[in-house]
Every structure is written in structure tokens, then in C-alpha cells.
């Protein structure tokens, strides 16, 4: 490690035996819903302070909140506690009213990175909160992350000259980021997204070091100035820098790809006329000419995508089992007789002696809803009674004219064929599509935006087949592995595309087609509706739908609308959500499922231990899978080293979570309990000391049990 500045010598904030994991943002966003990095900064950035400009891409957002380091730990932090924790959201947020009420006793505390309050709020520029953290909660002012860094460092590396000064002059300095110890290029790469031309014209007279140096995506500064549009920028880093122009990252695209897909005509325009190439993107997709403002990488439909021959589907529509299925009802036994007709063809869905009772408890409008163990009410079927259940709830049969022997078909079918993985199988499907219908009513969505009953059908049927044909893989598995699914759809939402192609690729039988109903133009928005709100769910992308709302929150959030109204509070704020206006229908859709899809992490702590057992079981499953195949075991997959389950967790809310349900609840109620309850279980995995019992729970193969508690 390159030696410190002069001056006083850092506070070390944590342990120098603490042991340090290398969980890192790569780590988490290669897998789809896992966990995550838990660099709390980004848990709720407050509405009034942008560090960097708007983006569309998630990995210009990945240089927005990462510290942008390449040095390996070295002073690793010590768990923050529950007060520590509360403050750093706190600092994150900007509240200075919580920060003045939490005890001061954790001011120091940091996360896993060993950033605390002063670090976040000096990064951010919070010039009051800085003051507070520092003059009434007694904060150290120089203290210092896993990196080395101190606040100070964060404060002159983001330009923040105001806080620079006041850490200064309360006697702050410099850890491990004086000329020489800080990455040039790493620093290109931030001053790029921000279009700081006078700190590039600085590295240029540093002899241009770093020009070409990428993120864990492969991703160089020159990307990431195309993707933002930064015409000056971009000439800067090609003709005083001298950037490569045939640069690629990871999915082989390079700068003039960025450019055409985010309709940066100018700077495409003038990248092409220097010789810039495409990269894979240029094979006639129309992935490189999307419209800027568009949250997704993908046409509308997906008709340009080629047919998947070996759709993973085993649909057994024989004549005879779609009348034994015609037969059977929520009330009745199933009939013997039919067995024996379908018995040559394929086994029926319910055996003879399934009861599903009209009477099962269950409740579709109350958030304490259990899938699990409704599917053992039901003798596996929470999928069908679900679905059955949420037509119902929304008249959709009567108002969609649907045929109901096709519906039972339907959601048999779906059911049957959804895989029989740990976490991504059928009851998953069922508790996202409640999860779905109870977002969108709770708020007053499914009554304003959805009121049309071809829309509320669509974005039921999306829950119930997001995940349909599931094969327990992750999208960096399907590209690795080089699967047939892989080969079919690119390198991007692999499985996303898959899901929506089994779906409607199944619906192509007449006696399944549960749209089949809809005049054309209802079956297009339908379909539309579907498609945009599953590929939403690739996590892939998580972090660009972030950005997209909390652009929206910071003019047409409820905590900026009360920064706007005067004491007596006589506007009243309303959602943005519910104006077609300032949102569309699909983004409210898509924001529903990925809700949903998340939820979980929300629920009561034994559901939400149960989900959490699940998931790490299908992922150390896929772990011995790759190593059969003879592949790099992905991360958090290896049943032998990622076993601190509480760690992941956390990350998983810190990076994944809470970034996304605290913009949503700021859109849609800065009341909302389930924001409160989320915290409380990353306070639970913030807390937990001692994995073994997860371990015991999650080692089980076949049917899980619940945890013990």
C-alpha cells in the first residue's frame, strides 16, 4: 500500500482481524435476485442531491455510487450495529431530523466497506449534514473505509469544495488518495460520467494514464461518456486522451453501440466518422437504435427474435387430459374415470382424492398472505387456485369473455410445466401474482390504471408466467455455459426472453390460448403489457429502472412535494403513479412485477427465512451443476465457501432492495409499512452472528422445511 499523507494518522474504523469476504457489486448483480453489495449510500439517495448526471445504463450507475477502487482491503470494518445502521440510511438520506434523534453512540460505525455517515454525506456533498455528523453527534473526521479513504477523500474527489473545506478546518486529511495512490484511470472513468472536462484536461497532462481501463463489466470511460451523450467528453478522451475507439465490454459491445442504443445521434454521428466499429449489437438488432428515454434493450415485441426449437416445455395437452381437467372443479373429487382414460397418454393433473375447497383460507387482499402453505392446503396447486382466485377477485372472466374451460386449462398447464426447482417454481409464481394485485390495489392503481379489463388481465398473467419453464439458472450461467437458450436470445435477459417465449409459445394451442378472446389490437396490448414487465424483472437492469424513478421521485415524489408546500400543508400530494401523464401504464406494470418478484424480502420474518432458505438451496445447487459441467462456479453458488448467508442477505437488501422499495414508496406512500418492515429484516441479517442454523436449512435437498425459529 502506497504510504499516507502527511498529517495526522486515520482513525481505523473496525477490526484488523476481521476477516473480509469478497462479496463485491460483480458479485451480486451476476446472479438474478440473489444478493448484493451492500455500499449503504445508495440504500436512499435524498431527491435534492444528484452526484452525477441522469444515466439510462446501470452500469454508468455502477460508477455513480461505487468508490471506483481497484486496491485490495485493508483495514476491513466491523459490522455496524442497529443504531450505526440507522444513522448511515439516515446520512444516505439526508435526514438530518433522524439523524438528530438517533443516539450518537454509533456515529462511527461503518458498513461493510467501512463507510460511515460522514464518508456517505461528504461523497454526496451534504454540507449540513457533514456539520451535523460532525458538530453535534461527534463524528471523527478522519476515519477510513476498507479502501483507506477518509471523508476528506470522498469530498475532494467528488468536487465538493464547500465540505472539503469545512473537514479541513475541523482538522480532516488525507487517507490513501494523494497523487500517485488514487487510479487514474479509475478517476477518468468517474470524471467522465460527470463530464468533468477540466479534471480530464488535468489526467491528460498526467500522461494520459488509464484512458482505456475498465469496470468489472468491461465497461471503459469512453462507454460511459457515448451512453450519456457527452459530445465534449468524448472528443476529449478520443483526441487529447486517446481512448480506443474498438473498445469492448462484456456483452462485446463498444462506445458507438452505447451511443446508438441511447439515441446519442451527435455522438454517434461523430464516432463513426473517427472509424468507430459496432460490436455484436450491429448485426442488424434493433437493440442499437432504441429510443433514449426507454428502460429496456428490447423491441416491444419479440417476433425479430428466432424461434426457440427446444423450448424446454413438456405440455401434455392429450384430448383426454384436457377433459379430465374440463371436469374437475375447486369442489369436487377429481373423477377416477378420467385417469383411466388419460392413462396411455399422460397422467392427469389432480389425482383421484385432490380436494381444492372453495374454502381454503386464503386471502388475496391482505399482505399476511402464506403460498406456502396454501400449495399444502391444495396438494400443490396454489398456482391454479391463485390464479382462479384473482380473475375472480376482478370479474375478469365476464369482462374479458374468457373461456373458462381454457382458463383451467390454462393455469393447469402453467402450473404443471413450471419446474420443480427450490425457489423458482410454481408457488413463486403464485406469490408474485398476489404480491402484484396487491400493490396495484392497495395504492388505487388497479382501479385507475387498470381499470381496463384487458390491462388488468395482462398484468395478472404476467405474475403467473414470469418465471414459467424456469431451469434453476442464472442469466451469467446461460452465457457462460453457452446454452441453446443463450444461443436464441444473446447475451442480455437470457432467461427474461425465454420465460416470455415458453409463455406464449405455449399459448399457441388453441385449448390454451387464454387470450385467445381478445380482438387484435387487445391481444397486441396485452402481449405488450407482458412482455415489457417480465423483461423488467432481469436484475440486469435493476439498477437503470432505479435511476428512472428516482428521476421522477426527485420532481414528483411525496418528500419532494413536502419540501415544495408551505407549513400548513395545503396541497395534497398525489401520486405520479396514478397519472398516465407523468407515468405510463407498462412502467406502472413493470414496477408491480418487479415489486412483486422482490417481496419477500417484506414479508414476515418466517416466510421471508423460508424464501431466503430457497433461493440459496437453488443456488448451490447450480454451483455443483457448473462444476459438473466444468465452468467457473458462480458467485454466492459454492456450497462450500459462500456460506455466510446473513452477510449475502444483507447485501442483497443493502444493493438490490431497498434502493428500489424506498424510490416506490416514495412514489406511492411515504407511509407505507412494508418499507418499515423490510428494514427490520436487514436489521435481523445485520445482527445475526451465526449462520449454522441457516446452513443446516439450506444443505437440505428435496423439499424444504421451515427454519426453526
Not at 406494470?589 to 432458505?613: P, S
Amino acid at each position: 500500500m502506497a504510504a499516507r499523507a502527511h498529517g495526522s494518522k486515520p482513525k481505523s474504523n473496525g477490526n484488523k482481524n476481521a476477516s473480509v469476504v469478497s462479496y463485491d457489486k460483480a458479485s451480486f448483480e451476476s446472479l438474478d435476485g440473489s444478493c448484493a453489495s451492500s455500499e449503504s449510500h445508495i440504500i436512499s439517495p435524498h431527491p435534492g442531491s444528484r452526484e452525477l448526471p441522469p444515466s439510462r445504463d446501470e452500469r454508468v450507475d455502477g460508477w455513480l455510487r461505487s468508490t471506483l477502487r481497484t486496491e485490495e482491503p485493508v483495514q476491513p470494518a466491523a459490522r455496524a450495529s442497529v443504531t450505526g445502521g440507522d444513522l448511515i440510511a439516515a446520512a444516505a438520506a439526508g435526514d438530518l431530523e433522524a439523524l438528530r434523534r438517533a443516539s450518537p453512540s454509533g456515529v462511527d460505525e461503518g458498513n461493510f466497506d467501512g463507510r460511515t455517515c460522514l464518508h456517505l454525506a461528504a461523497s454526496n456533498g451534504r454540507l449540513d449534514v457533514v456539520a451535523c455528523l460532525v458538530d453535534e453527534l461527534g463524528a471523527a473526521t478522519n476515519v477510513v473505509d476498507r479502501w483507506g479513504g477518509t471523508p476528506l477523500d470522498d469530498a475532494v474527489r467528488h468536487s465538493h469544495a464547500e465540505v472539503k473545506e469545512f473537514l479541513e478546518g475541523r482538522g480532516a486529511v488525507r487517507g490513501v488518495s494523494q497523487p500517485g495512490e488514487w487510479d487514474e484511470g479509475a478517476d477518468l472513468c468517474d470524471a467522465a460520467v460527470k463530464g468533468d472536462t477540466s479534471r480530464l484536461r488535468r489526467l491528460a497532462q498526467q500522461k494520459q494514464k488509464g484512458s482505456n481501463q475498465a469496470d468489472y463489466d468491461g465497461r471503459c470511460a469512453l462507454h460511459l461518456a457515448a451512453c450519456a451523450g457527452r459530445l465534449d467528453v468524448v472528443k476529449l478522451l478520443v483526441e487529447e486522451l486517446g481512448a480506443a475507439l474498438d473498445v469492448s465490454d462484456r456483452w462485446k459491445g463498444t462506445p458507438l453501440d452505447d451511443a446508438e442504443r441511447e439515441g446519442q445521434e451527435h455522438v454517434a454521428a461523430y464516432l463513426l466518422a473517427r472509424g468507430a466499429p459496432r460490436g455484436f449489437r450491429a448485426r442488424g438488432s434493433s437493440l442499437a437504435r432504441r429510443s433514449r428515454g426507454s428502460l429496456t434493450d428490447l423491441p416491444e415485441e419479440l417476433d425479430d427474435v428466432e424461434e426457440l426449437d427446444d423450448v424446454d416445455v413438456q405440455v401434455r395437452v392429450t384430448e383426454a387430459w384436457l377433459a379430465a381437467l374440463r371436469e374437475r372443479k375447486y369442489v369436487e373429487k377429481f373423477d377416477a374415470d378420467a385417469e383411466d382414460d388419460a392413462s396411455d397418454a399422460a397422467m392427469p393433473l389432480f389425482k383421484p382424492g385432490s380436494v381444492i375447497a372453495e374454502s381454503v383460507e386464503f386471502d388475496v387482499d391482505s399482505w399476511e398472505y402464506d403460498v406456502i402453505k396454501l400449495h399444502e392446503q391444495t396438494n400443490g396447486h396454489s398456482l391454479a387456485v391463485v390464479g382462479a382466485r384473482l380473475l375472480q377477485r376482478h370479474s375478469l372472466i365476464e369482462r374479458c369473455s374468457l373461456d373458462t374451460k381454457v382458463v383451467q386449462n390454462f393455469f393447469a398447464a402453467v402450473e404443471a410445466n413450471y419446474g420443480g426447482n427450490p425457489y423458482h417454481n410454481s408457488q413463486h409464481a403464485a406469490d408474485v401474482s398476489v404480491g402484484v394485485h396487491l400493490f396495484l390495489t392497495e395504492h388505487g392503481l388497479m382501479e385507475t390504471r387498470f381499470s381496463d379489463p384487458v390491462a388488468c388481465l395482462a398484468v395478472i398473467l404476467a405474475g403467473v408466467v414470469h418465471d414459467f419453464a424456469h431451469p434453476g439458472t442464472t442469466n451469467p450461467h446461460e452465457v457462460k455455459a453457452a446454452t441453446k437458450r443463450h444461443k436464441a436470445f444473446g447475451d442480455s435477459g437470457v432467461l427474461e426472453k425465454f420465460h416470455v417465449r415458453a409463455a406464449f409459445a405455449l399459448m399457441r394451442d388453441a385449448r390454451l390460448n387464454i387470450l385467445a378472446p381478445l380482438d387484435h389490437a387487445g391481444y397486441a396490448r396485452a402481449r405488450r403489457t407482458m412482455v415489457k414487465a417480465i423483461l423488467a424483472t432481469d436484475l440486469g437492469r435493476h439498477m437503470a429502472y432505479v435511476e428512472r424513478l428516482n428521476e421522477m421521485a426527485l420532481v414528483e415524489g411525496s418528500r419532494s412535494h413536502s419540501n415544495r408546500v408551505n407549513s400548513s400543508k395545503e396541497q395534497t400530494w398525489t401520486s405520479p403513479l396514478l397519472d398516465p401523464e407523468k407515468c405510463g401504464r407498462d412502467l406502472v406494470a413493470a414496477v408491480a412485477l418487479k415489486f412483486a418478484d422482490l417481496g419477500h424480502a417484506c414479508k414476515r420474518r418466517n416466510l421471508h427465512e423460508e424464501w431466503t432458505a430457497r433461493i440459496t438451496n437453488e443456488f448451490w445447487t447450480l454451483g455443483e451443476r457448473e462444476r459438473h459441467l466444468g465452468v467457473a462456479v458462480s458467485p454466492l453458488c459454492d456450497r462450500e465457501k459462500d456460506i455466510d448467508v446473513a452477510k449475502s442477505q444483507v447485501g442483497f437488501f443493502s444493493f438490490i432492495c431497498l434502493p428500489f422499495f424506498a424510490v416506490v414508496a416514495d412514489l406511492v406512500d411515504p407511509d407505507w409499512q412494508l418499507l418499515a418492515r423490510l428494514r427490520q429484516n436487514l436489521r435481523y441479517w445485520q445482527n445475526k452472528k451465526n449462520a449454522e442454523r441457516w446452513l443446516a436449512t439450506a444443505q437440505l435437498q428435496g423439499p424444504l422445511q421451515r427454519p426453526v425459529s
